[in-house]
């Protein structure tokens, strides 16, 4: 492909994601201070729904984002509701025991419940159904491992399933193509734009707020008060951090270094094509490859949106571009015919042992992170864990997902994989070479790593030529950001924060922006 015929291509995508297309309430920045019971940060599906459910129970709560309800990592989802985890349950049975395996299941089945509740409890039209879910053999098979140790660990996962009381069963040939499959019954679909619009609209009123273009400065104790970047206060009794990827909150950088260090922080990329209704039977599907391909439609009126993600890397490692290409030309295979007009990227936290960390931190400070693939199941059951601890109740999962379980839970060697990238990543970067040492050289619309005065700075220039000028050290620990071209956004290869093109964070463990750099004259 040449570079015109390059350009050609990337313009014609649309790099917004279906659910933040919809019409949707703004609300105003913090002014002033307020007082309420329960201040909540993140306003994505945790936080919304956490937030909603606090207000039924009677308390003041108020809801803050750095950006627009639902726009961060919630938007970039593919949203498929399923309580099957990313962890095989062969091998959640052999980290938890099957009590633990069927409780970790059972959460996801009971956020599914919680979500169809509240769809009718509100009467919110967010095309809330329920699917099958097929979790089949690689599509081309070659992806995977060969097709008979396919078959049998298949078989297993429906025999383990059946046992522990799900819905499973062994299919020889899945409806998407002819590779051996397990189908899980009672999964469920919907369109998560349109059901966090309608829920965020409920929860202002009579002393809760919601607050949008929000910037965290700190979160303190005695008394707890979150204080923002322009100098307001909400003082409240509880703080639920809801950002995905945690803040460093009161409990002090050290403890929040070691807990970051069982997150592992991946980039998922996703691909939609406009198809004719009926093209794909409406059910979920993913295979077992590593990293795994997955695939969803959701009824659009007069055609269907075929969904298709996977090629995970370790966000800040990769190729951004070349990743897509590769998802591309296997959406073709998969799907003859669909031309994908959509593409975007989703941020997935892992951890060691492939459940969340969900529970308090420190007390009167709650957080959730770590949903391996399952933000929008696990994310709700984090809501009621939420709403559980500010009042008191039992919750039958504050065992098995407290944050403080022990730090190799999953064994030695995963934990000591992923963290290894740190070091790595911290010291190579440093030691590699600059893009170049002239800001005259950052082409339009690109960003480059540029070393002026002996300082390594993130160049961006705008399609107009206005340029934008960075520190490149990440603000978190201090690894060198990379350019993510399709994204346009620097990332971090070492834990994964991301910075829009002015430095601004994007997305953490990051808090603070990348350092404006004076522009001299390019």
């Known amino acids: 492909m040449s570079a015109e015929d390059s350009a050609t291509h990337e313009m014609a995508f649309t790099t917004r994601p279906p659910w933040q297309q919809v019409e949707r309430k703004e609300f105003p920045q913090v002014r002033g201070n307020h007082q309420v019971d329960v201040a909540i940060i993140g306003a994505g599906i945790t936080g919304v729904t956490a937030a909603w459910l606090l207000r039924e129970a009677g308390c003041r709560v108020a809801l803050i984002d750095r950006q627009r309800v639902g726009d961060a990592d919630t938007g970039n989802t593919t949203a498929h509701l399923t309580h099957v985890t990313d962890q095989r349950i062969s091998a959640l049975v052999k980290h938890f025991g099957e009590d633990g395996a069927r409780a970790s299941w059972d959460a996801s089945a009971v956020a599914i419940n919680l979500i169809e509740e509240i769809v009718r409890q509100t009467g919110t039209e967010c095309g809330f159904r329920r699917v099958p879910g097929y979790l089949h053999a690689p599509i081309p098979a070659d992806r995977g491992e060969s097709i008979d140790r396919e078959i049998e660990a298949l078989r297993e996962d429906a025999r383990i399933a059946t046992h522990l009381g799900f819905d499973a069963q062994f299919v020889t040939d899945s409806p998407l193509a002819p590779v051996p499959a397990v189908r899980f019954g009672n999964q469920a679909a919907f369109h998560p734009g349109r059901y966090l619009a309608s829920l965020v609209e409920r929860i202002p009123g009579e002393g809760s707020h919601v607050f949008e273009h929000t910037t965290i400065e700190s979160i303190e104790d005695g008394p707890r008060r979150i204080l923002t970047s322009e100098g307001h206060e909400i003082r409240c009794e509880f703080v639920v951090i809801a950002t995905n990827n945690p803040l460093t909150g009161a409990v002090g950088a050290l403890r929040a270094a070691m807990l970051q260090t069982k997150l592992s922080l991946y980039t998922s990329y996703v691909l939609a094509a406009r ?53 591309e030309q ?116 690109e960003g480059r790593i540029v070393e002026l005065d002996g300082k390594r700075c993130a160049a961006y220039r705008a399609p107009d030529g206005a340029l934008s000028v960075c520190s490149a050290v990440c603000t978190h620990l201090k690894c060198q950001v ?21 430095g601004s964070v994007l997305a953490g463990p990051a808090e603070q922006p990348l350092e404006r750099i004076p522009q001299p004259q390019a």
């Not at 996977?310 to 070349?322: H, L, R, S, Y």
């Not at 346009?488 to 829009?500: E, I, K, L, M, Q």
Request: a negative charge; aromatic letters at 12%.
């Open 275 to 327: 198809m004719p209704p009926g093209t794909l039977p409406d059910a979920l599907f993913w295979d077992t490859a590593d990293p795994y391909d997955y695939l969803r439609v959701e009824p659009m009126g007069d055609h269907q949106l075929v969904i298709f993600g996977g090629e995970d890397t370790k966000t800040g490692q990769e190729d951004d571009a070349q990743a897509f290409r590769n998802l």
């Open 330 to 445: 296997r959406f073709a295979q998969r799907v003859p015919g669909a031309t994908p007009t959509l593409r975007w990227m989703g941020q997935v936290i892992a951890t060691d042992d492939g459940l969340p960390y969900i529970g308090e931190r420190g007390s009167g400070e709650f957080l959730a992170t770590g949903y391996c693939g399952n933000g929008f199941t696990f994310g709700t059951l984090a809501a009621c864990m939420a709403r559980d601890a500010f009042l008191g109740r039992h919750n039958p999962w504050t065992e098995l997902m407290r944050v403080d379980r022990k730090p190799f839970h999953g064994g030695v060697w995963s934990y000591l994989r992923e963290n290894i990238d740190y070091p790595r990543y911290l010291l190579g970067d440093r030691l590699a070479r600059v893009a170049t040492r002239s800001l005259q050289e950052v082409p339009a619309g």
């Open 482 to 502: 990379r350019w993510n071209a399709p994204d346009r956004t620097w990332d971090c290869p070492c834990h994964g924060s991301r910075f829009s093109t002015d």
